[in-house]
């Protein structure tokens, strides 16, 4: 049987895959009868997942093998995980959306956490009932064992009726012998110990232990995870509020999406943040009373020998009659009145989860795109679709869904990138092979040390804009090779006078080629001294053709060509890109290379200081006069050209 790595991106045998296993990292492909994964069927497309926590097994004809998963807090079955009901949220909506640019008004943020900060039911009860377990823990119920063994006499304590009779036996245990009676030396004894590994006591004992994972869960996946969100809510409330701030310029441009975005959640700010640190207080009183219970005896006593513990109890007559012991039971019942899925529901669920997060980042991608300003689309199929952008129509987009759900984003029909769902919660880098060009990995938790494995997540409120500021770094390359105007370098190399002008000329020409090889992209429109220079080269060029006339002719054809692309075609195109969004003045020097490997916009007027484009290692933007530029486009759109709306690409997005 073969199942496909979407990390390693490649077939590999069931014996190949790699345990503890990461959630979402094998894809079955293809229905396999043969094959049972946690007791259910294989279908295609299905993932390879737990039913039980980290647990799950998977059965071959007659060959049944367990698996071991990595920890996920998705996993969790004791607390409802917040970002998991997110992600289903978000996968229901985009299953019933027609329009996808409907896409736009979902919510992708953490959703109705207001209910979570609410003391349970349960919590409330167990609060007021909590003594009960104390008091069990002081003054536990045990069993009298008792052992009648031989001692010295100055050791024994409790001496039985038949010690005598035994003495009188045994000459050897005599001390020595008196006239009436006899001395011992040894003694029968009774030695008393009171047994508290009782089954009621093992019950308590891993109630405690059970109490105690299902607050430490409610801290860590629901109250801090709520609690860092309201963290964030906090900052972008604070940085509007810095008029004069240095971050401004990074906030204005984002800061209405947030707000659109984070919806009810700014509003209620202050009252979940006082709802955070009450039920903070009340959850970390009862657990220190919880662990304040882990040093008493009857704890100690039964802390290893806690395993074989169901959720039903057994009737016995303390659960029935004693004060304490009763409402442990009432306790534990209430604790497991939640409905709990068999095996092969909780396998299905697991299913759902991975696919609602291959949702979520297909969802993102969708959102990222209309913030560059993709708004037009074209549906090829369910699972692709092509997208158009009206400032800069020559470069499209499409994104496709492949049958691995692996989701691929090609610019202009040339640069592909791939970008793979992996929900882990941990940041194992271990399992990622090294960097590979234009492919990068989804993940809740993302990487701090790899920029190629990226956090997505319901509590990220920059995730669409990571995506977005991705995306646009790929878009702008495509767009700066068109202001770099390509010439005909493989024509151009047969021309040796024209292609040594051309190579002294570094202001006009970049020369991308290496090792000796010719790569010719013209920067700029020629002025009117290199016009006038480049008639005396074409005409000393065409002197210097070879004298035969088949050749020659298809050679003069070739250097026309080459004379057009450099006086009217380059002309034409540099005009369409030297008018500043800013100041509106003209000027061909406005476009230049950027020798670190990229490409530079930035207008040269006195005063104004707009500029843009991107290096090898990342994207840069300047645009200090924002407001004033926007109420130019707004006032001048109707007249405006497409060059100077170009100009302006990435403006309000990056």
Known sequence: MIVFDRILNKDIR?????????????IFKSDQSTIRLNDCQIKKQ????????NEGTLKIKSDKSKLLFHEN?????DVSTLIKHTLFDVSDELEITDDILGLKDINTLLRNFDERLEVSEFELFLQKKLFHIEEVCREPSYYLKREITKLNVARAKRIP?????YLAAHTEDWSRRRIRSVEPRKILTEIV?????IYENQITASFIDKLLVYFSHRMVNEIDVIDSFIVNIERIIESRKRINSTEKIYW????????SKLAKAVESVEKSRMKIEKIKDFISSIQMRLFGLLKSDMYLANSNNKSIISQKLKRTNLFDNHQHYRFIKIIWDKYYQKELLNCSEKSEENQEVVKSFIDYSWVLIFRALFQIGYSKIKKLNNFSYVLTNETIPHILIKIAKNAQQIIEVVINGNEKLTFVPIPSTKDSLKVYPGRIKNKYYFSIVGSKSREDILR?????????????????????RSYANAYLFKLNSQSISNFEILNSWLKNNRSLILDKGKNGKIDFWLNRKLNKFEIKELDTIITEQNQNLSARTEIRSKQLLNLK?????????????FETYEVCISCSINNQSNITPNYEGGFRYKCNNRGCEVGYGFTEKNIFYNVPDYDKIKNNLSKTRNEINEGILLNAFGFEYI
Do not use: M, W
Request: include cysteine.
């Open 14 to 26: 069931i014996s190949e895959i790699e345990i503890p296993a990461i959630l979402g990292r094998y």
């Open 46 to 53: 299905d993932f390879l997942v737990p039913c039980k926590y």
């Open 73 to 77: 807090e998705l996993l969790n079955e």
């Open 161 to 165: 009726v038949k010690a005598i009779n």
């Open 193 to 197: 110990d009171y047994d508290l590994e």
């Open 252 to 259: 204005y441009k984002k800061l209405d999406r947030d707000y």
């Open 456 to 476: 997505i997540s319901p509590t990220d409120i920059n995730s669409e804009e990571q995506i977005s500021n991705l995306l646009f770094k790929y878009i702008l």
């Open 561 to 573: 060509e080459i004379e057009e692309e450099l006086k009217i075609k380059s002309k034409e195109h």
